[in-house]
Every structure is written in C-alpha cells, then in structure tokens.
C-alpha cells in the first residue's frame, strides 16, 4: 500500500533564493543608520577589487547544489564553462557542447548562487563564429533565459565587434586569451601559448583590443608567469589566470580538478584543496557492502 505519510522536502528549511538578486544600496534608508554594502558581485565590483589590489576567486560549475556550496565559501565568479563538454558530458573537447546546454546549466547555476557570485555563462564553439549579430543574439539569450551576470567569449582582435556588439547593449563580457580550447583543431595540441615573440606580441595586442571593446575581464590560460604580469600591468580590466602565473587579478581552477574528481588530469597549475574521488568511491563501496551485508538500512532508518 502506498504510504500516506508525507515525505519531507528536500530542500525543506532552506532559505528561499533571494526575491532581488541585486540587494539594492540602502542610500534611501532614513533610520540613520550606514548604508550596507550591496552583497552581489557586479562588473563593478570586480574594477573595484583591481583598483583596491584585491583578488578575485572564479571557478566553474555546472549546477545548483555545487553553485550554492561555492556561492557560501565566498567565490566571487561562477563559470558556467564550456569545460562542461568535458568534464559533465564526457567529451574530449569543448566542441561539442550546445548553446542549449550552457543555457540549461547555467540556469541551475544562477539558481544556487543565491547571495554573492556572479555567474558567467561560457559562449560555446559556433554560438558566436558565423556572424557578430548571431553571437549578440545569442549573448542575449544566455542573458534572457538563464539570468547569469555576463558571458565569456574566446578569442583576440578577432571577436572585438562582437564584444563591442554586446557591451554596448549591457551584456557584460569577460575575454579568454592564450589557451583557447575551442581553437584545438587550428592548434593541435593543449601546448603553453605566447612562449615565442611574435605569440607573446599578438596575445597583448588582443588583450589591449579586447579591453577597447569593452571586456570588464579577462581570462589567461596557460601562458608563461611573466608575459602574464605584462599584460595585467598594462589593461585596467583585471585579467584572471588560470596556468598564468601568479601575477593576474585573480585565478580559476575547474572545480573538478580542484577538488579531485579528475585524478587522470595533471598540469602543474591544477592545485589540488581535496581529493573528493577517493571520498566517492570509498563511500560508495561503503553503501554497496551495507547493502549487500544487510546492515543498511538499520531499525533507527526505517519507519
Ligand atoms: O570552460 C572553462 O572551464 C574555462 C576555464 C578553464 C577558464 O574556460
């Protein structure tokens, strides 16, 4: 017989998600009492940390329950990335990943990121190639439908218009320059970028075009320390490494690899704060030979 007994909700004594997602500045507060900081990270915010010298912490995810836990610890950007294809859906590449998919997790992302992240929504490969208004129609449709801060787009002098497109109509935009993994078929490999001259060159005069066009950040991935710190010295968006070096803005790790959960995956920027692979495995081994042992569940776990 079905139980009529009520089954408690999961999310059950959580808080509701904020009703305004920008807590407004309470310069209308008349109690006299100080004004309180809005909570939210905004494009603003993030020139303010360049300007103050502060770190900004980024790192991606891919849904709600991870997105609340990060938005809690105090990240300040969520990256909704195109990493998606690979370490959610299994891909080799970024390839393959849709528009519709990034709209679909990055939904769930705004959703967790209930009080202080700015979520980012990756543009995925062929969302922005074919022609600038395509890529502002679609910019537009991450910004519509999934309600996430901004977007990033990958590429130098190259995407400027489109950046330029989009800033101008107040889609934040953050850049991606070095390490493009949607260009791996142009280059081969996942080889360190802007290692010779004439790379070193162009990287910082995409960089300069990009910051004309309106990024209010800038992603580096996988270029030496020192051509890093040139480039960051030299914009007045902050740029965020990830295998840059020390010197950025501020840095993004997949959360992935941060905590863990890709053990095959090496390169020596990856910092590992966990090892969440082996808590998986070891809990789930755990709950097979209770079952199978008949120990779970017990008399306190049952009805
Ligand atoms: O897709 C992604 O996760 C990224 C980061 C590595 C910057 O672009």
């Given at each position: 017989m079905k139980s009529t007994t009520p089954r408690p909700k999961r999310n059950a004594g959580v808080k509701k998600p904020l009703e305004v997602p920008f807590p407004v500045r309470s310069e209308s507060r008349n109690d006299g009492s100080a004004p309180r900081e809005p909570r939210r990270v905004t494009t603003r915010t993030i020139r303010e940390m360049k300007r103050r010298g502060e770190r900004v912490a980024m790192i991606t995810a891919y849904d709600y329950t991870f997105a609340r836990l990060f938005d809690e610890a105090?990240?300040?950007?969520?990256?909704?990335?195109?990493?998606?294809s690979n370490v959610i859906q299994g891909n080799e590449t970024t390839i393959p990943v849709t528009l519709e998919e990034m709209i679909y997790h990055a939904r769930l992302v705004v959703r967790g990121a209930r009080e202080h992240a700015m979520v980012i929504c990756d543009m995925p490969f062929m969302s922005f190639q074919v022609t600038v208004e395509e890529g502002f129609r679609n910019a537009g449709r991450i910004m519509k439908e999934t309600g996430a801060g901004g977007v990033k787009i990958e590429?130098?002098?190259?995407?400027?218009?489109?950046?330029?497109?989009?800033?101008?109509?107040?889609?934040?935009?953050?850049?991606?320059?070095?390490l493009t993994p949607?260009?791996?078929?142009?280059?081969?490999?996942?080889?360190?970028?802007?290692?010779?001259k004439e790379e070193a060159s162009r990287l910082k005069?995409?960089?300069?075009?990009?910051?004309?066009?309106g990024v209010f950040a800038l992603v580096l991935e996988k270029i030496p320390a020192q051509l890093a710190k040139e480039v960051t010295d030299s914009l007045q968006v902050s740029t965020i490494g990830i295998g840059a070096g020390p010197h950025c803005d501020g840095q993004v790790l997949v959360m992935?690899?941060?905590l863990g959960l890709t053990?095959?995956?090496?390169?020596?920027?990856?910092?590992?704060y966990a090892s969440l692979a082996n808590t998986v495995r070891e809990a789930v081994s755990k709950y097979d030979s209770d079952i199978k042992k008949?120990?779970?569940p017990n008399k306190e776990e049952s009805y």
């Open positions: 105090g990240a300040d950007i969520l990256l909704v990335g195109d990493s998606l590429g130098g002098e190259r995407v400027a218009d489109h950046v330029r497109r989009m800033s101008e109509a107040g889609i934040p935009v953050m850049g991606h320059l070095g949607q260009s791996i078929h142009e280059f081969g490999s996942y080889r360190t970028r802007g290692t010779t005069h995409d960089a300069k075009a990009l910051e004309e066009a992935h690899d941060m053990e095959e995956f090496h390169p020596r920027f990856v910092r590992r008949g120990k779970f």
